[in-house]
């Protein structure tokens, strides 16, 4: 969510609209990235966050280009957190890395923050505003019709998600 002091650093306008995105002002050119929407929580074994506080604790580490993490839900609707990581030419997501992803975020967060499954992936699909699609990867991971694929620029990206097999829980 955006602080309040943070929107000093907004030009000014006379009102502000906030879904309870949350957001990030860059503090050089002003510019607001969005990280996740609110209706992109997730309540796995009760303890409800929101993929932006993955993304800002996973942030600047070392060898991973980018991650998107998810709910995945069983017949019962028991929740179970994946965590699908880019990582740099060069670097591979070994187990050694997944740890250190794993003790990353129990620092930055609680142990209640690291995802059931942390899984490599070549790409993740962006919207042409440059937002990072979290709910249509969700939707594919539950095996959910997508509606709204043709607003991905890299529609490549959404076949591992279509057939990425994370087995039953």
């Known amino acids: 969510m955006l602080k309040d002091a943070m929107l000093s650093d907004l030009p000014k306008h006379s009102c502000y609209w906030n879904v ?3 957001s990030w002002i860059n503090p050089i050119t002003k510019g607001l990235i969005v990280f996740g929407r ?9 303890a409800r966050y929101n993929c932006s506080d993955i993304y800002f604790a996973l942030e600047d580490f070392p060898g991973m280009k980018d991650s998107v993490v998810v709910s995945q839900y069983n017949k019962e609707m028991d929740e179970r957190v994946i965590l699908f990581v ?8 070994t187990d050694e890395v ?8 129990e620092h930055h967060l609680t142990h209640e ?6 899984m490599e992936t070549p790409d993740i ?3 042409m505003n440059g937002k990072k699609l979290n709910g249509l990867v969700k939707k594919l991971v ?12 890299n529609p490549s990206s959404l076949e591992f998600f279509r057939i990425v097999d994370l087995g039953e829980f």
């Open 20 to 22: 309870s995105d949350d």
């Open 98 to 105: 997944k740890e250190k992803i794993k003790k990353t975020l």
């Open 86 to 93: 880019k990582m740099l030419p060069g670097h591979k997501l």
């Open 38 to 46: 609110s209706d992109e929580s997730m309540n796995p074994k009760g």
């Open 125 to 127: 699909p962006y919207n």
């Open 113 to 118: 923050h690291v995802p059931d499954i942390i």
């Open 142 to 153: 539950n095996k959910k019709p997508v509606q709204n694929a043709d607003s991905v620029i």
